[in-house]
């Protein structure tokens, strides 16, 4: 493009002459899903969506969820086998080619817990494990010394842990600093969808942890979703809000766009927060018009 | 934690009636189960699945997506059958559901 075919820009916008286009980086580098991928221990995923699989009426309608999600890691329980069961979710996390994630869900005490991911880990083949030991049956709140107890040892017998915690930052920080390869703060109770209660929590806990921070629990609809993400979450994890909504695969699709729209938004870096109005129209350059006299009154 | 054999009648199963060394018990699930001494971790899990084990992990490696704790140990699954189970023994045969 010339200069003299180049349209003007809005004001303000710079000025310079274009230079070719093979040596100037796209605007939006480095912010493709390949591009910036999330990485937990040595676990590499384009998407930033963990699905759980608790509450899906069917297998074909998780795995119509699923597959709207995007996901590549999703969750599961460990239980007694029943043999009078036909088909298993995992032949359809299989089916779909994404990774399974299991958890120690139900678990109270550390003990469970490790011994659970144990089972897991000879069951499935995988080291990951997302370790969740609970306090309490009617909030489902995460027991904070049990789960440092848990994850020390896990961390030791070579998992990659990854904690369910409060939106307590000091517990995350300790997490953390034990070898968690992220931690999974609850924006709010397990399948309570009322969204991030805390923020603040939620920026402390992206600023101090080094690892990944990843919203588990209390996700309700999409713009929870972008919410977590503008806070600098890595990622986020939910299950109920997609297989609890009317239209599970539309709601899973919301979910993968607010993922992405939230991780652009935190990458660009938004505007300051200001108490009154800053004009995005030039100040200057105004006609100088009677005020007393507006044209519609000839 | 309830313990089944404080509740569960005992029940016989046909390879304890045909030997004659004392049958063993243990809880198979939480379920109390009869079977004839030297049987091995492998043969019970066997009875358990009656061969509709699920097959196959979600990553694609090796793995059977059953496992099996004695005792509140793991037994890996390559041990199943050079692991004998006693009286008294606690057996839980887990694999992966819907969840989280």
Same mark, same amino acid.
């Given at each position: 493009m010339t200069e003299t075919t180049r349209p003007t820009g809005p004001a303000g916008a710079t000025d310079r002459p274009d230079t070719p286009a093979a040596t100037v980086a796209s605007?939006?580098?480095?912010? +493709?899903p390949g591009e910036d991928p999330l990485v937990i221990g040595g676990h590499t995923f384009t998407s930033r969506l963990i699905m759980g699989t608790g509450g899906a009426t069917s297998h074909s309608a998780l795995r119509a969820a699923l597959t709207a999600s995007g996901t590549e890691l999703t969750t599961v329980a460990m239980r007694?086998? %029943?043999?009078?069961?036909?088909?298993?979710v995992l032949s359809v996390l299989s089916e779909l080619g994404v990774a399974v994630l299991p958890n120690t869900a139900g678990c109270y005490t550390a003990g469970e817990a490790v011994l659970t991911a144990r089972l897991a880990r000879e069951a499935l083949g995988t080291d990951l494990v997302k370790l969740e030991v609970i306090a309490d049956e009617r909030t489902l709140l995460p027991d904070p010394v049990a789960t440092l107890d848990a994850a020390e040892e896990l961390v030791d017998d070579g998992f990659t842990v990854l904690p369910y915690c409060g939106d307590d930052p000091v517990v995350a920080v300790r997490l953390a600093e034990l070898g968690c390869a992220a931690v999974m703060p609850l924006g709010s109770p397990i399948g309570s969808g009322l969204g991030i209660r805390n923020p603040h929590n939620f920026r402390l806990i992206t600023e101090r942890v080094g690892v990944p921070v990843i919203l588990d629990a209390g996700a309700g609809t999409a713009s929870d979703v972008a919410l977590a993400m503008e806070l600098g979450c890595a990622g986020v994890m939910l299950a109920s809000a997609v297989t609890r909504a009317q239209r599970p695969a539309v709601m899973a699709a919301a979910m993968r766009d607010a993922v992405r729209a939230g991780r652009l938004a935190a990458l660009a870096g938004r505007i300051p927060r200001r108490h009154f109005a800053e004009a995005s +129209?030039?100040? %200057?350059?105004m006609a100088h018009l009677d005020p007393e006299r507006p044209a519609f009154t000839s | 934690m309830n313990d089944p054999f404080a509740t569960e009648p005992p029940t016989f199963a046909a390879q304890a009636r045909t030997t004659g060394a004392a049958p063993v018990r243990l809880s198979v699930n939480g379920a109390v189960r009869e079977v004839a001494a030297g049987t091995t971790l492998a043969a019970v899990v066997a009875e358990l699945t009656g061969g509709n084990a699920p097959v196959g992990s979600a990553d694609g490696r090796?793995?059977?997506g059953i496992a099996a704790a004695l005792n509140e140990a793991v037994v890996p699954r390559g041990a199943w059958d050079r692991t004998p189970v006693r009286d008294g023994d606690r057996v839980e045969v887990l694999t992966a559901v819907q969840g989280g």
């Open positions: 605007p939006l580098a480095g912010t +493709s007694r086998l %029943d043999p009078g069961v036909q088909g298993t +129209s030039p100040q %200057d350059g | 090796r793995a059977a």
